[in-house]
């Protein structure tokens, strides 16, 4: 009961960022952090971890890939 109570408590900037994102999986399934961080002109760190809180406050659902792990938007 802790994990989901803190799931929802989850707080992320909604950012130009973040509008990238979501107007890029409006066009693509998915997304990948190398490409997010080349859309975004992020380094690594930041992308993993902008695409990480969206996949904890439950916005992005995260498919594991031996290519890089696939980020889609929860439906």
């Known amino acids: 009961a802790k994990r989901s109570q803190r799931m ?5 900037h909604y950012g130009d960022h ?3 994102l979501m107007k890029y999986l409006d066009k ?6 190398k490409e997010f961080m ?3 002109k992020l380094n ?3 992308a993993s971890r902008k695409l990480i809180l969206l996949v904890l406050a ?6 594991p890939h031996e290519k ?3 980020f889609s938007l929860t439906t």
């Open 58 to 63: 439950n916005v992005l659902h995260v498919t």
């Open 44 to 46: 690594r760190f930041y």
């Open 68 to 70: 890089g792990d696939l």
């Open 8 to 12: 929802r408590n989850i707080k992320f």
């Open 18 to 20: 973040e509008q990238l």
């Open 28 to 33: 693509n399934p998915t997304i990948t952090v």
């Open 38 to 40: 080349h859309i975004g």
